[in-house]
């Protein structure tokens, strides 16, 4: 049922308390691939002269990774999936400034525990 899942259905573990996986709907995934932009480099540069967190990248990547997720649900839900076990990130940089964040999983139907 496309649509079905929800956040609380995606996990980093393997199985999901209470839950019983009836069927495996196959890996899942989102890309996003990103850059900053000029402005957000003079901002960041501005930012690590000073120290501590760089903002504006902080707020690029966090969008990334949202963007992926987002992705993921959309991909598990095409699928037919109602949960996501198995979550992850990865992030690749794949030119200089250009970063790949991957969000991927296995979807699969869950239904209360038998």
């Given at each position: 049922m496309?649509?079905s899942?929800?956040?609380?259905n995606v996990?980093?573990?393997?199985?999901?308390?209470g839950?019983?996986i009836?069927?495996?709907?196959?890996?899942?995934?989102?890309?996003?691939?990103?850059?900053?932009?000029?402005?957000?480099?003079?901002v960041?540069?501005?930012?690590q002269?000073m120290?501590?967190?760089?903002?504006?990248?902080?707020?690029?990547?966090?969008?990334?990774?949202s963007?992926?997720?987002?992705?993921m649900?959309?991909?598990?839900a095409?699928?037919?999936?109602?949960?996501?076990i198995?979550?992850?990130?990865?992030?690749?940089?794949?030119?200089?400034?250009?970063?790949?964040?991957?969000?991927?999983?296995?979807?699969?139907?869950?239904?209360?525990?038998?």
């Open positions: 496309p649509g899942l929800s956040t609380e996990t980093t573990a393997f199985e999901l308390p839950q019983t009836i069927r495996n709907c196959g890996v899942v995934r989102g890309i996003v691939v990103r850059s900053n932009s000029v402005v957000g480099n003079f960041a540069g501005l930012q002269i120290g501590g967190n760089i903002s504006a990248f902080t707020s690029l990547c966090e969008q990334a990774r963007d992926a997720f987002d992705q649900l959309d991909h598990a095409e699928r037919g999936a109602n949960a996501i198995g979550m992850r990130y990865d992030a690749n940089e794949i030119a200089t400034g250009v970063t790949e964040v991957l969000a991927y999983g296995t979807a699969v139907w869950v239904e209360p525990g038998r």
